[in-house]
């Protein structure tokens, strides 16, 4: 028989024998995917940039880049939310992979922001001494070369700058637009993994302290490994159990109004053991990802190790990126279980709270101090996601906005403060700061008094309403230890200011260095919304309260 003819007879059979017909397109919702396609677009440019700009362009090229695409990213989120994306018109995209509902969108917002203020403080090159006749920033020379040796010390004297800092910091900030998004498991992993690996690189790319730099990226790559690992296999299990990776679909298994169960749903939605198991797993991961106690060890030798800008950038971001998420994760998927996790959510919380606040009174460098300080605000906002009210969520959006501006202007503020070897974050080389530099004390004050919880601070509004949440959602006790919490670390708060204004000033201590506008601007803006927020904070707690419902 020759081959066409058996061609033929394929063909034919084919089409008398196939009962799925044509195979049909994807319909995906760009303009609702908008603000994430900008940052991968620009990420991907970034990249190229890399590979054709001459190296004495692609400082201001990468930087340039970076900034259009967050205001870009940005504009495309608020246009969304006038649209009506938040609320009337919410729904669900990308073949029902990713939300867009009020939370993302609020979310995704505060993650570009934060994203912006801290790309400022990644682009400020007039802190360190030139070298060479060449300005340089926070960033190892070249990222390759041994820390010591002879092709480091050429590539500072040639005046090389690691600027695939920029493309990193994009890729990182798309997978956290994507992260509290996600609305099945398998995105939920993928956009946990675009955001962590960059993180991994940027920590340990410190100009200084290069050793304790990459020490503090290993630590993180293999915890945030194990963690990832555990979100990976609770996944599995909450597949096994459901038979789908959609939320909406679990969340009907879960609370038991799913449709068309086949025999062999039947069999699997029997079994609490791959719900309990596998759900736990995730959450577990989340927690890590948040810096929640007891999957905190990594948070104080990663944020002393990272670069400072890094460390400001991601303790801002991840934070709000994870909790995003956290947030879906038990509204959306297992609010069928609340009677579950609630409990091991309150130990979790109460713990962290204590925890942190009480460990950060032993610490002596400000960088350890401020990583437990955010280990203790993890615990706070977790008072939130307790209440399981939309007044939770609302107050938990606020919080994470509150706080995020204010972290990334103390790190700011830690940049400039600086002696022989780099940065001075040793607590006793900042005694006396205030009599030499008000400015900079006073607005490192207004940070720690924001921190601490102080009136008229936006520190103050986040912890009043969440605080409010959760004693309206009946978790009084809570709201006790939390009070107790903040009383405690107030105290170290209160001692760093202290030390700085009351305290004689070293003949050999640091100097404070004078930034570019970019950190300036940084730090303006983090005073800025440190005090509006604490001021006058009712719009934006309006506007948190209207994109706090989540779509299903």
Same mark, same amino acid.
């Given at each position: ?399 994470? *906005?509150?706080? /995020?501006?204010? #972290?990334?202007? @103390?790190?700011? !503020?830690?940049?400039? $403060?600086?002696?022989?070897? +780099?940065? &001075? ?87 404070? *260095?004078?930034? /570019?506008?970019? #950190?300036?601007? @940084?730090?303006? !803006?983090?005073?800025? $919304?440190?005090?509006?927020? +604490?001021? &006058? ?16």
């Amino acid at each position: 028989m020759s081959a066409t003819a058996v061609h033929s007879l394929w063909t034919t059979a084919a089409t008398a024998a196939d009962p799925i017909g044509k195979i049909d397109a994807p319909k995906i919702e760009y303009g609702q995917l908008s603000p994430i396609l900008i940052i991968i677009g620009a990420a991907v440019l970034g990249i190229l940039i890399e590979a054709l700009v001459p190296r004495r362009s692609r400082y201001y090229v990468q930087t340039f880049l970076s900034v259009v695409a967050l205001v870009a990213a940005f504009a495309a989120v608020v246009a969304l939310a006038a649209s009506g994306y938040g609320t009337t018109k919410a729904g669900i995209a990308a073949m029902g992979a990713i939300a867009v509902d009020g939370p993302a969108l609020f979310l995704q917002g505060t993650i570009l922001l934060a994203a912006l203020v801290g790309l400022f403080t990644f682009a400020e090159r007039r802190l360190d001494p030139q070298a060479h006749g060449n300005r340089v920033d926070s960033f190892a020379a070249q990222a390759a070369a041994v820390p010591g040796s002879e092709s480091e010390q050429k590539a500072v004297k040639a005046g090389f700058t690691t600027t695939e800092v920029f493309p990193l910091l994009l890729f990182a900030v798309a997978g956290m637009l994507i992260f509290p998004a996600a609305n099945d498991l398998l995105t939920l992993f993928v956009a946990l993994e675009v955001f962590s690996l960059p993180l991994y690189l940027l920590c340990a790319l410190a100009r200084r302290k290069r050793l304790m730099s990459q020490e503090a990226a290993v630590k993180y790559f293999l915890l945030g490994a194990f963690a990832s690992a555990f979100t990976l296999f609770g996944i599995a299990l909450l597949y096994g159990y459901a038979g789908s990776m959609s939320y909406g679909t679990i969340a009907s298994v879960v609370d038991g109004t799913v449709q068309n169960v086949t025999p062999a749903l039947a069999d699997t939605m029997g079994n609490d053991a791959l719900l309990l198991v596998g759900s736990a797993l995730i959450v577990m991961g989340l927690l890590f990802k948040v810096g929640a106690v007891p999957f905190h060890m990594w948070t104080p030798d990663v944020y002393q190790g990272a670069p400072t800008p890094v460390t400001g950038f991601m303790a801002a971001a991840t934070k709000v990126a994870a909790f995003g998420a956290l947030l879906r994760i038990l509204y959306v998927v297992l609010p069928g279980l609340r009677w579950d996790w609630r409990p091991v959510m309150w130990a979790v919380a109460i713990v962290t709270m204590l925890a942190g606040a009480i460990v950060a009174i032993t610490q002596t460098d400000i960088k350890r101090l401020l990583a437990y300080s955010s280990i203790a605000h993890a615990g706070f906002i977790l008072a939130g996601v307790i209440a399981t009210t939309p007044e939770g969520i609302s107050s938990v959006l606020f919080y994470l *906005a509150a706080y /995020s501006f204010v #972290t990334i202007g @103390a790190f700011a !503020v830690v940049t400039l $403060v600086r002696d022989a070897g +780099g940065e &001075a974050t040793h607590l006793s080389k900042w005694a006396g700061l205030g009599r030499r530099s008000p400015l900079v004390a006073a607005v490192f004050a207004v940070f720690l008094l924001a921190f601490a919880g102080i009136p008229l601070t936006s520190g103050f509004s986040g912890k009043f309403a969440v605080f409010k949440a959760a004693a309206e959602g009946g978790a009084v006790p809570l709201v006790v230890i939390g009070v107790i919490s903040s009383a405690i670390a107030a105290f170290f708060y209160i001692r760093v200011i202290v030390l700085m204004f009351f305290s004689e000033p070293r003949p050999e201590g640091p100097t404070v *260095a004078v930034p /570019s506008p970019l #950190t300036m601007t @940084a730090i303006g !803006v983090g005073v800025a $919304v440190t005090v509006v927020l +604490g001021v &006058a904070p009712q719009y934006f707690l309006d506007l948190a309260g209207q994109a706090g419902v989540f779509v299903r």
